[in-house]
């Protein structure tokens, strides 16, 4: 088992940034790959950004690409996302999630461990 917990959401004004944290421990040498993942109410949850544990390679959703950066310190098994010119669509609950199968996977489907959540809002 994994266990992951999320730190960092908040309040920001349009224009903002905001760093996410997610610290996982258990049998964390299992994971493959990290990723964030964002729920709007009413929506589906969606692909954010991804990472992979050994090499580090990143992976982005379009909507976010050049103002988010996910990346990963291995040594505190902890993933981060920065995020950079926050808008107003960028709120919602954002979750970290981890993957023993696959790597830097968009699906949802394909991480078995979840975070609770962290809500992010951004004001305009």
């Known amino acids: 088992q994994v266990q992951l917990v999320e730190s960092g959401g908040g309040l920001v004004q349009a224009g903002g940034s905001l760093r996410l944290s997610c610290a996982a421990s258990?049998?964390?040498?299992?994971?493959?790959?990290m990723g964030w993942f964002r729920q709007a109410p009413g929506a589906e949850r969606e692909f954010v950004a991804a990472i992979s544990r050994s090499a580090g390679v990143a992976s982005y959703a379009d909507s976010v690409k050049g103002r988010f950066t996910i990346s990963r310190d291995n040594a505190k098994n902890t993933v981060y996302l920065q995020m950079n010119s926050l808008k107003s669509g960028d709120t919602a609950v954002y979750y970290c999630a981890a993957s023993s199968t696959g790597l830097n996977s968009r699906r949802v489907g394909e991480y078995l461990y979840w975070g609770q959540g962290t809500q992010v809002t951004v004001s305009s």
């Open positions: 258990g049998r964390t040498f299992s994971i493959l790959s």
